[in-house]
């Protein structure tokens, strides 16, 4: 996305600065408009090393280090070891590996749906009640993001332990008593819904605030006119407030996508991807590799592999954001 | 927004790699006479400062313009950090090492080849779970520091009071003082005669070698895992029997980190609980009426009179392959390999790792416990790979936690760790 700002920028320095400059000159026109056309990317110069410094070279270097094999004895001794595609070969060969790839893929895409679709109802109830019930809610809301990860982890894990929980506590209370002693994280799927709980309990806040922030742009009289048109509920919000909104959903999905196909922190601190890694997603994998096993270049491989698939389940909104940047333009 | 985490490992990799490429122009001037540095860096809570302390003015009394950089590093990350400390020019020049980790670094060549030196580095006398540790390739690539392993820390009144006269010698009497206790402690809802969380693995070594069995064998040149074994079996079965008697509180999900076990002793309500001397130190902190009411016992064997085989946790101390003053460095370790500095790191209540003489530990019921044991202390497999199943998804906790809530039934729990932990360390 920073490219894609930086272009927006070099279009109007260049069109603005180039007939500036060239109306009070006369006599040096020519060494002038050499000068003047270099000048715009002469100043863009120092911005696009320091962002082909920071992301290019990173990116880069993944790639290479992809390619090689690079173990604690070749990391020491500044050894270069290439193994062409060896790397690729022994993670898309793994069965393991297919397993975690769509138990991530399938993790990821139910977070979202659930964290984008509570951050909807939420920003849609946000404007409904009254001022005073809604800054108590934004106020928890706002707190609920500000708990650091590891914090939050660790009163998730208390409230689902076995013994101590007080859901469990609380459950058989209420009369279930089957939940005594009940192990939430004796399998893999359900220690990933107590993690997916806590991701999509983590992620509402920024995304009620989002589609809040669209919601109140709304204009009231479009919804005076579906009122006085008859429209119900269901009506008024399929044709006033989703068109509205629709752009920037797509953009809040797009972004929680991202961030919660890369989740690592909760995973690991949960269970460390287990039981029997159960729970291991794709950034635990990559973890176990890379740093565990001290495999830098197949834990490199398995990030090459993670943007590629990453790639390929956002390559829609990416069309769509390309599409329309030209049309801007 | 491509800020993967894979992006930044591969990327410090890489830039470290880079870094690891440069020439050391400086390398190997041994002009004596120089003012020189020794960068040594021993882990947190090792070595007692008064010892420390000594040691490095002695070193720098006898080498005149010779100036010990004492540094003291932090456990947590200290294998990510020593792996960047050993990639670069100037590597430090003492490292000390979990012995579970030094296979890792020695198969890679990073750390001096010391098997030249053993004899004068007090090499008759070391303590033989360390040295194992410290041995790839029938090559020596450091020395033993020191050792602590768990024994059976108990309550005293609370064993007089019900009745368990002598400390338990034999499965039998440790399993029936389990009775008694849980008998005469009957009133009590809160009390656990035996605090055992289902993960607490180290334990269960203990009880595995016991039973004959191991974690993995040496097949070739690579591991498998041994836990499918009828010996392995049995030392699960044996856990699962304690944990029943006790009827222990603990999770079985969960390790003895999580909560702190000292802790939950230092409550009063429990018994007994296997643990390092640190935690009995712990927890006589957080409740300082347990000092005069507790003291330990080597975990017991099922050979009545015998004690169980323990896992030995300890420290190696090596030099790293790159460091310029290795000549400095092993004056520096054979100097800590002396009699007056062992017998320091005993007194400080740790089983010395070149020194047989264990009498300033035994003065304590702790310490006594502890240089019983020691002899028979054994290290998980000596192999590189190793550090990954710790550092990684331990395959044997997943195991104990299947069997003892049921999840799975014996043999198919154990079948399944020994598949991941063959994996792992085939890997």
């Known amino acids: 996305m920073t490219a894609v700002h930086t272009t927006d920028a070099a279009v109007p320095t260049n069109n603005s600065s180039a007939p500036r400059r060239a109306a009070p000159g006369g006599a040096p026109r020519r060494r002038g408009s050499t000068f003047d056309r270099l000048l715009p990317y002469l100043l863009l110069a120092p911005a696009l090393v320091a962002i082909l410094w920071l992301i290019g070279w990173p990116v880069l270097s993944v790639l290479v280090t992809s390619f090689r094999k690079l173990n604690l004895r070749e990391l020491t001794r500044g050894e270069v070891v290439w193994t062409g595609l060896d790397n690729y070969t022994e993670i898309l060969g793994d069965p393991a590996f297919w ?231 | 927004m491509k800020g993967w985490r894979g992006l930044a490992v591969g990327a410090a990799a890489l830039a470290v790699a880079v870094a690891g490429c440069g020439t050391s122009s400086d390398g190997g001037s041994g002009n004596s006479g120089e003012p020189k540095t020794l960068t040594v860096w021993l882990m947190d809570g090792s070595a007692p400062t008064t010892l420390t302390d000594a040691l490095n003015k002695e070193f720098q009394d006898a080498h005149p313009g010779v100036t ?120 009590d809802p809160e009390f656990q005669p035996l605090y055992l969380p289902g993960q607490s693995w180290y334990a269960l070594l203990s009880f595995i ?61 429990v018994g007994m609980m296997i643990g390092l001397p640190w935690e009995l130190a712990g927890a006589v902190k957080a409740n300082p009426e347990l000092k005069e009411k507790t003291s330990a016992f080597p975990i017991p064997s099922k050979t009545s009179g015998k004690t169980a085989p323990v896992f030995l946790g300890g420290s190696n101390l090596a030099i790293p392959a790159g460091s310029k003053n290795a000549d400095l460095a092993k004056e520096y370790l054979k100097l800590l390999s002396s009699k007056k500095y062992q017998d320091m790191l005993a007194e400080g209540g740790a089983v010395p790792g070149t020194s047989t003489d264990t009498a300033k530990l035994a003065t304590t019921p702790l310490g006594k416990a502890l240089a019983e044991s020691a002899p028979n202390g054994k290290v998980t497999p000596t192999t590189p790979s190793w550090a990954a199943v710790e550092s990684g998804q331990n395959p044997l906790k997943d195991m104990l936690t299947a069997y003892l809530t049921g999840a799975k039934p014996l043999d198919q729990a154990s079948a399944d760790a020994n598949t991941a932990l063959s994996k792992t360390l085939g890997g």
């Not at chain 1, 990453?310 to 940047?325: F, G, H, I, K």
């Open chain 1, 99 to 329: 397993v975690i790839a769509v138990r991530t893929v399938v993790f990821t895409a139910l977070v979202v749906l659930v964290s984008v679709l509570a951050g909807l109802l939420i920003a849609l109830l946000m404007r409904q009640i009254s001022t005073g019930v809604r800054i108590v809610l934004q106020v928890a809301m706002l707190l609920a993001w500000a708990m650091p990860l590891l914090a939050a982890t660790t009163v998730y894990q208390w409230i689902f332990d076995q013994q101590y929980g007080i859901l469990n506590k609380t459950l058989v209370k209420v009369g279930f008593d089957s939940f005594a002693g009940y192990s939430w994280f004796s399998t893999g799927t359900s220690t990933l819904a107590v993690t997916g709980l806590l991701i999509v309990w983590q992620a509402i806040p920024f995304l009620a605030f989002s589609l809040y922030a669209g919601a109140i742009g709304i204009p009231k009289d479009q919804y005076e006119a579906a009122g006085i048109d008859g429209a119900s509920t269901w009506q008024t919000f399929r044709a006033v407030t989703w068109p509205e909104l629709k752009p920037l959903l797509l953009m809040v999905t797009f972004l929680s996508m991202l961030w919660d196909f890369k989740v690592f922190t909760q995973i690991w601190a949960m269970r460390k991807g287990g039981p029997d890694g159960g729970s291991t997603t794709l950034p635990v994998y990559q973890y176990l590799e890379g740093i565990s096993k001290s495999h830098f270049g197949v834990a490199a491989a398995v990030s090459v592999v993670m943007v590629a698939l990453l790639a390929l389940l956002t390559v829609q909104y990416l069309r769509r954001l390309v599409r329309s940047q030209e049309g801007e333009l």
């Open chain 2, 68 to 187: 010990v950089k004492y540094e003291v590093q932090k456990w947590n990350g200290i294998q990510e950090k020593l792996t960047t400390a050993l990639t670069s020019n100037n590597p430090p020049d003492v490292i000390e090492l979990g012995n579970t980790q030094t296979a890792k670094f020695a198969a890679e060549e990073t750390l001096l080849d010391l098997s030249g030196d053993v004899s004068g580095l007090n090499g008759d006398q070391w303590l033989s779970g360390l040295e194992d540790s410290l041995t790839w390739d029938g090559k020596q690539y450091g020395m033993p520091f020191y050792a602590a392993n768990r024994t059976v820390i108990y309550r005293t009144d609370l064993f007089e009071a019900a009745g368990v006269t002598a400390a338990p010698k034999s499965r039998d009497e440790w399993i029936s003082a389990i009775e008694k206790l849980k008998a005469a402690n009957a009133a």
């Open chain 2, 209 to 269: 070698w016991d039973e004959g069995g191991d974690v993995a064998k040496p097949q070739g040149s690579a591991w498998a895992g041994a836990l499918d074994t009828p010996q392995a079996k049995a030392g699960l079965e044996f856990y699962k029997k304690l944990v029943d008697t006790s009827g222990t509180k603990a999770p079985k999900d969960a390790d003895e980190a999580t909560p702190q076990q000292m802790e939950v002793f230092a409550t009063g309500k």
